[in-house]
Every structure is written in C-alpha cells, then in structure tokens.
C-alpha cells in the first residue's frame, strides 16, 4: 500500500488547529478543500510531497496558474496556500508576499429604484430591518450580525470594534426608526412568548416555524437572506456588499465629501472608499466639470 502524502497528514493537523481557534465547520471545510485543489495541481507539477520542503519557483509556479481566474478566485486559492504554509513554517516560502488587483468589473451596488423596491417587497420583518441598517449607515455584515441593542441610540449608531479594532459612529435619523418600526413590533410581540436577545438583528431559533428564542444570525445569514430576496424579485446583486456601496454611493453622488464617506465606513484611505463604491475616473472628471467655477465670465 501506498504511503500517504505527508501534505496531507499536515492538512489534518492544519483543520484540528483551525477548528480549536474557533474557526466555523464551513470555512475549515473551505481551506481544507482548498489545499486538496492546490496539493493536485501540485502533484501534477512535480511539487515535494513534504509541504515544508516548497521552494519559491513552486509558489510563483502556482501564482502564474491562477491568474487564469478572476480576482477574487485568485485570492481566494493564494490566501488558503499562504495560511497553509505559514501555519507550518515552512522555511523558503513562509514570508513571501501577493498583490492582487481588483477587477472594476467586479464592483457592483444597488440603483435607489432597486433599494425602494426591495423596501417595498421585503418578505419579513427582520429582511427590511437589516436592508434598512444597510442602506442607512453602510456597516459590514460582521458588524451588524454583532451589533448590540445599546449601540444604536436615538440619533447615533455606534460601531465599537470595528474591522481592525477601530470605532466610529454614524448618524441615523427619524426615518431610520420609522421604517424599523415594523421589526421592532414584531421584536417587542415575539419577545413576550420567548426569551429576548441583546443583539440588534436577530431571528427565532427555530426560524422556519417561528419559535425558540432570538438569536444573532450565523455567519453569512445576513447575505444569503438577502440575496434570496434579491433574487425572488430579480435583483442579482443583492447581498451585502452591493447595500453597503449603495449608502456611499449614494452619499457621494449628493455631494457628500469623500472623506466624510470614509469615516462612516471606516476605511483607511479616501481612494479605498471611490474604489469600493466603484468611483472611475470618468465620473471624477465629470464631476470637476460639473462643480468647477468658470472662469470665462471674469477674463
């Protein structure tokens, strides 16, 4: 019989660590996945069976292959192989480094008579509460699957531990309360029959038959019911992100200041946050023409 592959051995050690850090069953599935589509691909192009033992010509051998797919496909393979290799400190290639570009084609949000619609036709509660926390203040999934109740005051959502530890607050309005209004009463109904939650978005534990008690959604809850409903009324993009570039968006394209936009997204830089709500060049222009004074009229 065969030996097994030493890259394998290592694979499994790999998931049992993943699994102690806390990482959920649906993503150590995905990286270890991933390093068997890798790990073929590597046996068929003559890489050592010891993973330890990859040199650099291996890794740029692999990087060159996957620029045949799209860019987030592309990040997707390279990151696992890089936390792969990093876990095991493997010595000549453990430091090495990617930059991946983001394809403009990529970049999609959701046009106002899509979000109105999608206002309109929202099959629950709990659907229109997190469309509406979306398109109101641009929060990440994460942030609003952990949002607390005492985060959210009259005028103010305050983000505490944001991406990268960093916090910020965004203001919210009358008309932010007045379309939550049918989740809150749902909420405050539900929560005399069952025990109630801390979190701000929540559902039934047992959802499907509306019972148990309120619970926080599970990661990727959030987009998935939003993408369902996206797509029962024809709307393909409709998960998180295309909400989130919608909120910057639509701040910039009524004059907002870039960097006011980025404070409420939390972004590191102004140029993230035109490249994230899909600002191209030709708009920039477009809109110098647009709001530059003329000076003819003077001379």
């Known amino acids: 019989m065969p030996r097994r592959a030493r890259w394998k051995d290592d694979l499994d050690d790999w998931e049992r660590y993943l699994q102690s850090e806390g990482y959920p069953q649906g993503t150590v599935s995905s990286y270890a996945e991933g390093i068997h589509r890798t790990y073929r691909w590597g046996e068929a192009n003559e890489w050592p069976p010891n993973p330890r033992k990859l040199q650099p010509k291996d890794i740029y051998a692999y990087y060159d292959h996957v620029q045949r797919y799209r860019s ?3 990040l997707l393979y390279m990151t696992i192989l890089m936390e792969f290799v990093r876990y095991l ?3 000549d290639v453990s430091h090495m480094k990617f ?7 990529e970049v999609f949000w959701l046009e106002r008579s899509e979000v109105i619609h999608l206002f ?3 099959p629950s509660p709990r ?3 997190a469309e509406v926390v979306l398109a109101f203040t641009g929060i990440r999934e994460k942030e609003l699957r952990e949002l607390r109740i005492h985060s959210v005051t009259d005028d103010w959502l305050h983000i505490t531990a944001g991406k990268g530890r960093k916090a910020r607050k965004i203001p919210i309005d009358e008309e932010f309360w007045q379309m939550l209004r049918p989740y809150l009463e749902w909420r405050r109904e539900y929560s005399t029959k069952w025990p109630d939650s801390p979190y701000f978005l929540v559902h039934p534990e047992n959802a499907g ?3 148990g008690p309120l619970v926080p959604f599970a990661e990727g809850g959030i987009s998935d019911m939003l993408w369902r409903h996206g797509m029962s009324e024809g709307i393909k993009h409709s998960n998180s992100h295309p909400w989130r570039r919608f909120f910057g968006r639509d701040l910039f394209e009524n004059d907002c200041p870039v960097s006011q936009i980025q404070r409420y997204y939390g972004h590191s830089s102004e140029q993230q946050t035109l490249d994230y709500i899909g600002v191209t060049q030709e708009m920039d222009v477009n809109a110098m023409r647009k709001y ?3 000076y003819l009229a003077d001379i």
């Open 292 to 294: 530059r004074r003329s």
């Open 72 to 74: 987030k496909t592309q």
């Open 120 to 122: 309109r036709t929202a």
């Open 99 to 105: 930059r991946i570009k983001a394809e403009r084609g």
């Open 89 to 91: 400190r493997c010595p």
């Open 127 to 129: 659907c229109m509460a």
């Open 209 to 211: 038959f509306e019972r």
